[in-house]
């Protein structure tokens, strides 16, 4: 864990020097076991621990706004922890926390996955102001869900976390995010575990900024590293006003 947070704070630092207002690290970017219970003998209390303090510091060291991808925190139930993503403002104050709502469950062969053994669910949609607008988040699984974002009402940046695996991030991933963004007409900004990790696991990185019109800002497929864009507020005002969707809608229907 410690080489992965000297690594997370290098970038961020690279990031910074590039004028970033706002970083998003990937899910679970300080450590990510083969064994799920790894997970819940890690776990932090809320508002103290190595990853929480790691996060509040890099955001003043740096003054910056990081999302800090996620960590585990205690959960209700003993056996069992909370995937949560946590905002930390340019003074180092936990502005946000949103835990992980849907849980991943895939089995394909001898690639298999049961998030729900050793997490438990969120129940709340997390959105808060920000100095790159108003943003609300997800994490990885969740990006199958668009009853979620919908549910996050207007916002301008959409950030996401994830470790999608390479067997279903190749062929959905993009498509997925890009989706998101348009129907949502919001940027996204996606960061993601990308790689072969040393206990055999592959996932499908690139991580990637897209724009309210779908376009793809930036990416970045594999390897340490940061993709970076501008928000434009112009951009967002001429899509939905061009195109007004959200106005469109008929919850009432739903």
Excluded at 18 to 26: A, C, D, I, K, T
Aim: with cysteine; glycine share 8%.
């Amino acid at each position: 864990m410690a080489a992965n947070l000297a690594v997370a704070d290098e970038l961020i630092a690279e990031a910074v020097a590039r004028g970033v207002q706002m970083v998003v690290l990937p899910e679970y970017f300080a450590s990510m076991s083969s064994d799920e219970t790894d997970k819940v003998r890690m776990r932090e209390h809320e508002g103290c621990g190595p990853i929480q303090d790691f996060l509040s510091g890099a955001a003043v060291r740096h003054g910056v706004w990081i999302v800090g991808g996620t960590l585990p925190l205690a959960a209700d139930a003993p056996d069992k922890t909370r995937n949560a993503a946590l905002v930390f403002d340019h003074c180092g104050n936990r502005v946000a926390r949103y835990d992980k709502i849907h849980l991943f469950s895939f089995k394909h062969g001898k690639e298999q996955y049961d998030e729900a053994a050793s997490i438990e669910s969120g129940k709340r949609v997390v959105c808060f102001d920000s100095p790159v607008g108003r943003v609300s988040l997800a994490v990885c699984y969740d990006l199958r869900f668009p009853e979620l974002f919908r549910a996050m009402g207007e916002v301008d940046l959409i950030v996401l976390p994830a470790a999608f695996t390479y067997t279903t991030g190749q062929v959905h991933w993009e498509t997925l995010l890009r989706a998101r963004a348009i129907e949502n007409q919001c940027y996204l900004a996606a960061a993601a575990q990308g790689g072969l990790h040393p206990y055999g696991r592959r996932t499908w990185g690139h991580s990637m900024i897209i724009d309210p019109w779908g376009d793809i800002l930036a990416c970045r497929p594999e390897g340490a590293g940061i993709v970076t864009a501008e928000l434009d507020p112009g951009r967002l005002a001429m899509v939905r006003r061009c195109l007004p969707a959200l106005d469109h809608r008929r919850p009432e229907l739903f």
